[in-house]
C-alpha cells in the first residue's frame, strides 16, 4: 500500500507578513524624516534607510534562500520553517562565534564583547574580518621570527669567526712575543758580555794609564831637573857674555839684517805688458796675490823703501809671474832687481807682535783701527801675531806710542779713573814690548817701514773724507 505523503503548504502568509513589516518601517522613517526638517538628522535619516535597505536586501536574500531551502526539502515528511531555519543559523552562528556547541545567543553575543574588550578593539568590523587582520599580523610576525632568526643565525657566524680570527690573532702575537722574549733574552746576554769585555779592557786601560803615568812623571821630574840645569848654565853664560860685552868691546848683533834679506830676484821683465817674472814659485810656498817690493841688486836699504810694487798673478813651481803695481819712471824695473816681503819666507811662518797705533792711509793720524789693519796684513801673507815678546818672537812692529794720560784728580768721577786706567795700561804695555824687545835685539819695525817691506800701497783720504 502506497504510503501517502502530505503536501504542506509553503508559509507565504509569514513572508508576506515580513516584507510589509519592513515596508512599514520604512515608510515610518520617511515620514519622521519629513517631519523633524534637520539638515543634521536628515542625515541621520538617510543613512538610517540605506542601512535599512541594505539590510532588507540582505533579508530577501536570506529569505529567498530559505525559500530555495524549503523547496529542496519539501518532499520530506517534515519541512522546517523559515524562524526554524533562522534560529538554527543564529545557533550555527553563535556556535561557530564562541566554539562552544549549544551557546545560546545572548550567551555568544556577550563573549563576542568582552573579547572585544579583552583585545581592546575599538573598531569592530566583524570577526571574520579580525580573524583575517589577526592571521596577517601573525604571518608578519612570523616572517619577523623568521627573518630575525636568520640574521642571528648569521650574527653567531660572524662572532664565530670573530673569535676564531682572536685566536689565531692572540696565537700569532704569543708566537711574536715569545720570539721577542727570546730576542731580549739573547740582547740580554750579549750585553752582558760586552760589559764584562768593556770592564775587562777599561781595567787594563786604567792599568796602562797609571803606568804611563807614572812612567811620564818621572820622565817630567827627569826633564825638569835637565831644565833647571840648562837655566843655571845660560844664567852662567849669560853671565859670562855680559863681562866679556863690558869688559871688551866688539860688533853688537845686527837686529835689522833679518828685514833686509831678499827672497827672489828678477828673471826677466815685459815692459810693454807690465809684467815681470820672479824665481820663486809653489815650491817656495809662494802664492797669488802675494806682494813684493822691488830693490835694486846692491841689496834693500835700512828704510825698507824701494823702487816699485809687484804682485804675483800665476804660479809655477819654480817661477811666477806677476803684475807691476807701482814704479818709479826714472829707475825702472829690470832683470836682475831684488824682490822681498818681510812677512814672507819660503821656510818658515814669522811670528809677529804689533804694538800702537799706526796710519795707513798717508793722512798723519795714527788710529787704532791700524793697528787691526796692520795685524790683517801680516797674517794675510802667512805670518803669525803674538801677543808678548819672547825668544819664538822674530819681529816687533811698533806704531806710535800712546800719549801718557794725565792722573785725575780725587774729585774727578768714577768713569775719568777708569779711561785713565786703561790708557795708562795701553802706554806701559807699549813701553814694555819695547824694552822686552831691546833687552831680546828682536828686529823692530816702525809702521812706514813694515808697509814698504810687504809692498803696502797707501790710499790717502780726501780732506772731505
Known sequence: MARVVQRRTPPYLTIVFAILFVTATVLAVLFFNKWTGSDKTSKARAALIASLANTQERKRAEIRQMMRNYEQTKGNRVAQTVVGQLTAQR?????????????????????????????DIQVRSGL?????????????????????TQEKEQLQQQLAKAGQDLTDLKADFDAKLAQKDQQIESLDTKFQNFETAHNTKLAEAKKEYSDSAAELTKQVASHASQIQKLQREVIVWKRKYDAETRNKPGKTLDAGKVARRPDGKVLRVLSDEGLVYVN??????????????????TGIPDSGGGKAVIEVTDVSENVSECRIIQQDKNNPVVAGDLVANVVYDALRNYNFVVEGDFDLDGTGESTPAGTKA???????????????????????????????????????????????????????????????????????????????????????????D
Open 91 to 119: 545557533g550555527g552562528l553563535a556556535d561557530a562565534a564562541t566554539g562552544v556547541p549549544n551557546t545560546a545567543y545572548s550567551q555568544a553575543i556577550q563573549e563576542i564583547e568582552k573579547t572585544y574588550e579583552q583585545l
Open 128 to 148: 571574520l574580518k579580525h580573524m583575517v587582520d589577526f592571521h596577517q599580523r601573525l604571518g608578519q610576525k612570523d616572517a619577523d621570527i623568521t627573518r630575525i
Open 280 to 297: 820663486i814659485g809653489s815650491k817656495d810656498r809662494a802664492t797669488e796675490d802675494l806682494r813684493l817690493t822691488v830693490y835694486p841688486y
Open 374 to 464: 796692520i795685524k790683517e796684513l801680516v797674517r794675510r801673507y802667512s805670518g803669525r801675531v803674538i801677543n808678548e815678546v819672547s825668544l819664538d818672537t822674530d819681529f816687533v812692529i811698533l806704531g806710535d806710542p800712546p800719549i801718557r794720560p794725565r792722573k785725575p784728580d780725587d774729585t774727578d768721577p768714577q768713569e775719568s779713573w777708569d779711561v785713565y786706567q786703561e790708557r795708562l795700561k795701553a802706554f806701559n804695555r807699549f813701553e814694555a814690548v819695547k824694552k822686552l824687545a831691546e833687552a831680546n835685539q828682536t828686529p823692530r819695525l816702525g809702521g812706514k817701514r813694515f808697509l814698504d817691506l810687504i809692498g803696502y800701497i797707501p790710499t790717502k783720504r780726501n780732506n772731505n
